[in-house]
């Protein structure tokens, strides 16, 4: 019997899967003024965190703050429901100082729910969609299972693991998505049929164990912080109460969880030849581990809750796809699990994805206008990166539809532009994690600082606030003033201050000085310096960081700007779609590359692997000749006018 369909609504923007993707897509879109609606297979599975409950971590976190200063939704969201918060290498320079906080798993999604239910312009709605509709390579609307047509000038895919998903245990695999919720079976042919070239990619997530069954004493506590500083700019000066934090544990694989995993390697997917899909390398299987690190007697494992209204323990650093009577054997081999209670068995899914090389730098499809990608189906990994992406594709989906320009950040400007000119420069050969390590201006791109670098963007198109606005503006004036009132206030050797240097292993005063100078000293801390400053103002502590980091980082600081600037002139210099085989001198690899990618500036093209400094200088060349060719023959027109 043929399928009936019917027309249900007409909207601006039609956006699938309500992920961390699809949340703040959704959001942004309607947010901007766009009617907006966002399809899910279940609503059970909003804002959902199928793998760890936790919000942020090195690298990623800068993420999250980034969303928030544009006017992005989960900063706001973790700070609501998280159960505990934890400052990362605070041991390290302030570049790398990223925050993680775990979260109450079942919180969090009843509260981004609530957020878009109650969103103005933004519907909603259970629904599996099997079609895209394009015309003439627009966009037209989607089709779902359902059979009902949801009319569109703008899609934005954001569905994560679920098309074809298959679960991976053993020798079990089935068809799935992940929480055991329903695959998409169908979507992904019409995407093949619209010319987006797709892959195969995989992930994984351990077990989750009964909080009861633990050896609480067999393990290494890991407690919050005792002072929570929360994600959202907006939240700076609330007051949390750190007493009421959950606690995570530590421990430790043993010989014998080793010996078990040895023995049954061929049992699983991975080494069996059954595994297809490309599985994260920075967060690998506890197999993986066995094998790529067989020299190290032990893992760390961190048993950390997934929420306060369940006993549900999250076993971190353990995942695996091996078989379920495997897992029960080994998870009781480590150190406080050893009568451990399997409460959901540890698997990997494998999903298809797509090439991100067939995007522009604005997450819109090159193949089809008013198509957009976000999240793990352009072949990241990790809730961060996908509602960074998520965000992106909600603001650039309003403003084509608004006849205005892209908003696209670039390395220099956020981490969100170190992702998403990765992706779709580089493409990726496996799920993409960020780290801190990808992004070359990571000094100048803090945590700290990205409500200074990009809310008077998300100001300028209309997501960000007046008030939070206002308030970035008041704190870096803050800032700025104690900067400059630090170096004028001055400092003599007197016997007492000398006595304070000592205190801190710090060279003693022979002449004059002022307190940047001072502070400039490794061994000395702005809050330190109060002994010495009895006239200071009283200053949030994000303040009084970030005047220390302002100080002692001045130096490095103008250099990596001196850098920058460098790099935005080859950002600047933008390339038209061409046919690079009309170049001559290019290498074959390089024309390919080109022509797939297709640059939309020299920077992007020098980022493209496969293209070396020899064929930058071919293109380089080539472009000049071409500048000056369109110059002359201006000129010759001018004369031609003249006569």
């Avoid at 971190?316 to 080994?330: H, I, K, N, R, Y």
Wanted: contains cysteine; proline residues 4%.
């Amino acid at each position: 019997m043929e399928k009936r369909q019917y027309k249900r609504t007409s909207v601006d923007v039609v956006v699938i899967g309500a992920g961390h993707a699809g949340c703040e897509a959704a959001l942004a879109s309607a947010r901007l003024g766009m009617e907006t609606v966002i399809l899910t297979m279940s609503l059970d599975s909003v804002g959902d965190m199928p793998c760890n409950p936790n919000v942020g971590g090195t690298g990623k976190g800068h993420l999250v703050r980034e969303i928030d200063a544009l006017g992005g939704e989960m900063a706001t969201v973790i700070d609501e429901t998280f159960l505990q918060s934890r400052m990362l290498n605070l041991s390290k320079g302030p570049a790398i100082h990223s925050l993680r906080a775990q979260a109450d798993k079942r919180r969090y999604h009843e509260t981004m729910k609530k957020r878009l239910e109650t969103q103005d312009h933004l519907r909603l709605i259970e629904g599996e969609v099997t079609e895209l509709i394009m015309e003439e390579h627009k966009v037209r609307g989607v089709l779902t299972l359902q059979g009902a047509f949801y009319e569109a000038r703008a899609v934005i895919i954001c569905t994560g693991t679920f098309l074809n998903g298959t679960i991976l245990m053993g020798e079990v695999s089935y068809s799935s998505g992940p929480h055991g919720l329903r695959p998409s079976l169908y979507f992904s042919r019409s995407l093949e049929e619209a010319g987006i070239p797709l892959k195969r990619f995989k992930t994984g997530t351990p077990a989750r164990v009964n909080r009861r069954s633990i050896y609480y004493s067999h393990l290494i506590l890991q407690e919050g912080d005792p002072e929570i500083v929360p994600f959202s700019f907006l939240n700076a000066d609330k007051s949390y109460d750190a007493s009421k934090q959950m606690p995570c544990y530590l421990t430790y694989t043993t010989a014998e969880t080793k010996r078990i995993i040895d023995e049954n390697l061929l049992r699983s997917p991975m080494y069996s030849g059954e595994r297809h899909g490309v599985g994260p390398r920075y967060c690998p299987s506890l197999e993986d581990k066995m094998v790529r690190f067989a020299d190290h007697p032990q893992h760390q494992i961190f048993l950390e809750p997934e929420g306060a209204t369940t006993e549900e323990v999250y076993v971190q650093g353990a995942s695996t796809t091996l078989p379920e009577e495997v897992q029960l054997e080994f998870y009781r081999t480590i150190q406080g699990l050893e009568n451990v209670e399997i409460m959901r068995t540890a698997y990997g899914i494998e999903y298809d994805c797509i090439d991100a090389r067939a995007l522009k730098n604005s997450l819109e499809a090159r193949s089809c206008e008013g198509l957009f990608f976000a999240g793990q189906v352009n072949g990241s990994s990790g809730y961060e990166e996908a509602a960074a992406q998520g965000l992106m594709a909600g603001i650039n989906a309003a403003r084509l539809l608004s006849n205005q320009e892209p908003v696209v950040l670039d390395r220099s400007q956020a981490y969100i532009g170190v992702l998403i000119d990765d992706l779709v420069t580089k493409g990726t050969n496996e799920p993409y994690r960020m780290m801190t390590s990808r992004c070359e201006y990571r000094l100048s791109l803090r945590q700290n600082n990205a409500d200074q670098r990009l809310t008077p963007v998300g100001y300028a198109i209309g997501l960000a606030s007046k008030a939070r606005y206002d308030r970035m503006q008041e704190k870096w004036a803050c800032i700025e003033k104690e900067v400059e009132r630090l170096k004028t206030v001055s400092v003599t050797p007197t016997k007492a201050v000398n006595t304070t240097l000592a205190m801190w292993d710090s060279a003693p005063l022979k002449t004059g000085s002022n307190l940047a100078e001072l502070l400039r000293r490794p061994e000395c801390s702005y809050d330190a310096l109060a002994v010495l400053d009895p006239d200071r103002p009283a200053l949030r502590k994000e303040i009084r960081m970030e005047v220390e980091t302002e100080i002692k980082y001045e130096g490095y600081i103008k250099k990596q700007n001196a850098q920058i600037q460098q790099f935005k002139k080859l950002e600047s210099r933008t390339l038209p779609t061409m046919d690079y085989t009309t170049i001559d001198g290019l290498k074959k690899e390089a024309i390919e590359k080109l022509n797939a990618v297709q640059p939309e500036s020299v920077g992007q093209a020098s980022r493209i692997s496969g293209v070396s400094p020899a064929d930058m200088n071919v293109l380089l060349i080539h472009l000049e000749i071409e500048r000056r060719r369109h110059a002359e023959k201006g000129h010759q027109g001018e004369e031609k006018d003249h006569v």
